[in-house]
């Protein structure tokens, strides 16, 4: 057995062992919730050939239900949830994404106490937040392709892509090609250490689709300090992904971010992906950088402004190469539990043999969370 798994079983031990420990039921505190969002937004996309609007969900902050139950004494904490899609969005041929769906999103059950946290079921895997970092007001409905996974890359020059919009003609989408080489969801049994002197990690053994549980694992080292007003966190995370992907034997991330007192903040990101030992493409590498400020500019909450730049190259063909650069805005509405965001985007896509049009898109619109 790898000394992977003997650790993160003989944590499991440790925590099931205080679980264990009896607790009169006066001393255990139950509480049940619901919560949930709904972020809406209209786009118009300009894909060098057509004009077009959209009214869906966005991709990245979607529509959601919680459902949470919990159990908390002063030493244990057991908690039991489960998170739902729930999109209705329009459904183009361009914009695919953005279906009427109904699906699990998370549902895991967990057990913390002072030696840390492990959580069972399908959740972020530990490696997650890597690459992702930020102290920005902005959330992740404004990231770089916050409603365009699905919208097409048109070539130039082609007869389709020029005469006609061609919306499935290329095969190549912001989906594809964006990529800030943050973990997804994945079944998984996670340990997450408590923070010392700032300093923290977590583990798993992972399974996604029909791979084996524990064929797969991540890991993240992370930090966090506030020197005097000014934040800094701080995280490195990788995952051995060979058993669940026939393209990709493992990937690393990394990320820096900082935030002065004055709501000035910043950070950047970095990852890189290794194909399997047979892949002719070169393995994918790309970096994101962002610069932001966050000020209470009006009593209805907080003001947030980000300029982000992405990269990725080799992530189809050898030599291809995205970028995407973007304006984003969010006025926080506190009072009522909502927030209103909008963007303005460019993507660029090319390859050694082909140019494609810019996509440039704007949107606005409104998250309400209850």
């Known amino acids: 057995m790898s000394k992977f798994k003997m650790m993160l079983l003989g944590t499991v031990a440790g925590i099931t062992a205080v679980a264990s420990a009896p607790a009169s039921a006066g001393e255990v505190e139950k509480t049940v919730s619901v919560a949930g969002q709904v972020a809406r937004q209209v786009m118009i996309v300009d894909d060098g050939v057509n004009t077009t609007i959209y009214g869906a969900d966005n991709d990245n902050s979607s529509s959601r239900l919680k459902f949470t139950g919990q159990a908390k004494s002063e030493t244990l904490t057991v908690k039991a949830y489960a998170e739902f899609n729930v999109v209705d969005g329009e459904t183009t041929t361009q914009n695919t994404g953005n279906g009427s769906t109904f699906a699990m999103r998370q549902s895991y059950v967990s057990v913390a106490n002072d030696m840390g946290t492990l959580s069972v079921g399908r959740t972020t895997a530990a490696g997650y937040t890597g690459g992702g970092k930020s102290f920005s007001g902005v959330g992740t409905h404004g990231w770089s392709d916050g409603g365009m996974t699905d919208i097409n890359f048109i070539a130039v020059g082609t007869t389709a892509g020029m005469e006609t919009p061609a919306y499935t003609a290329s095969g190549v989408t912001i989906g594809t090609e964006n990529d800030s080489y943050v973990l997804g969801r994945v079944n998984t049994v996670k340990y997450a250490s408590p923070s010392f002197n700032g300093f923290a990690f977590q583990i798993g053994m992972e399974s996604s689709g029909t791979d084996s549980m524990g064929s797969s694992a991540s890991g993240q080292i992370s930090y966090s300090a506030d020197y005097d007003g000014t934040k800094v966190a701080a995280a490195v995370s990788g995952n051995n992904s060979a058993a669940g992907s026939t393209t990709i034997d493992s990937e690393i ?20 992906n290794d194909r399997v030992g047979t892949s002719t493409v070169n393995d994918p590498e790309g970096w994101n950088a962002h610069i932001g400020y966050d000020a209470a500019m009006v009593d209805a909450g907080e003001t947030s402004f980000k300029i982000s730049y992405e990269e ?28 209103i965001f909008g963007s303005i985007e460019n993507h660029e896509y090319s390859t050694v043999a082909l140019k494609y049009q810019d996509i440039t898109a704007g949107w606005v619109g409104l998250k309400v969370s209850f």
């Open 312 to 339: 990725n190259e080799d992530r189809s063909v050898n030599g291809d190469k995205y970028e995407a650069l973007a304006l984003h805005v969010e006025q926080d509405l506190s009072a009522y539990g909502a927030s």
């Open 253 to 272: 991330q990394a990320s820096l971010a900082v935030e002065l007192a004055n709501g000035l903040n910043g950070g950047a990101g970095w990852g890189k």
